[in-house]
Every structure is written in C-alpha cells, then in structure tokens.
C-alpha cells in the first residue's frame, strides 16, 4: 500500500512539473484594448497597459493599424503611452479623428515605435501581451 501511495505521489508530483513547464510564460508587458467608443472628433480609443518588467519604460510607443470590418488598411498612426515605472498600470485615451467607431473590425499592434528602459529595448513586442474588451479583434 506504502509503494503504491509513493508511485501516485511520485506521477502527480512528475505532472505537476510538466504542466508548469508546457504552461508558456506570462509576458511582462500587457496592454488591453478596453474600449472605442464615439468622441467629438471622431473614435476615443481607451487602453490599459501594465509594465511588468522589473525596471522602468522611459518610453513606451506602438505603430498602430486599424483595419475596416472588410479587412482594408483604414489607417497607420503612432500612438505614445509615456513613460511607465516598473510594476505601474496606467490608462491612456486617444481620440481618432474623423474615424467612425463601428468601422473599425480589427486593430493590429504592427511594431514597437519607442521602447526604452534599462535592459528592455527591443523587448517591448516581443515581451508583449495583448487582450481586447472591445467588440474589435485586437492583434500582433
């Protein structure tokens, strides 16, 4: 009864391991898309982006595309987050102008534009974790 009690310690103590090693890590850099909705001058974009990395972002940028719900290049544009300490999550507003809210099918994060901090640059995409409350497909 001991060994067969030791063997089923043994298997789930093995498969514990390996779903911690098969599970991927989590990325330090998450930012959400959490919401577009009608502004003054055209489409308020609201995101949501924590620095999980150990040391502070002096800079923080994302060339953005938006795409229409056919799948055409509505538009390019750079979008500036700030600096962001170590361990902060901040909330950043942008408002799209002349850009129709319920046009918008997909939003494509298409390359980090400014990334830097101590031991980070060249991090912020490849380390980067997206998520969308919005009704919009949000991507790398």
């Known amino acids: 009864m001991k060994s067969l009690l030791l063997v089923a310690a043994l298997v789930s ?5 390996a ?3 098969a599970a991927p890590a989590a ?3 998450t930012l959400e898309l959490n919401g577009a909705r009608p502004s003054e001058k055209g489409c308020r974009f609201g995101f949501v982006v924590t620095n999980g990395f150990d040391t502070a972002l002096d800079k923080l940028g994302y ?3 938006l795409f229409d719900k056919g799948g ?3 538009r390019m544009l750079v979008l500036d987050f700030g ?3 170590a361990g902060k999550t901040r909330v950043r507003e942008f408002d799209l102008a002349s850009i ?3 046009e918008i099918g997909s ?3 298409n390359d980090a534009s400014a990334c830097a901090g101590a031991g980070v640059e060249g991090r912020c995409l490849s380390d980067l974790a997206l998520s969308s409350r919005a009704p919009i497909r949000f991507e790398l």
């Open 13 to 17: 103590g093995l498969s514990a391991a």
């Open 19 to 21: 779903a911690q090693e």
């Open 27 to 29: 990325k330090p850099l």
């Open 63 to 65: 060339e953005i595309v």
């Open 72 to 74: 055409a290049v509505k």
């Open 83 to 85: 600096a962001m300490p």
């Open 100 to 102: 129709d809210c319920g």
């Open 107 to 109: 939003v494509l994060v």
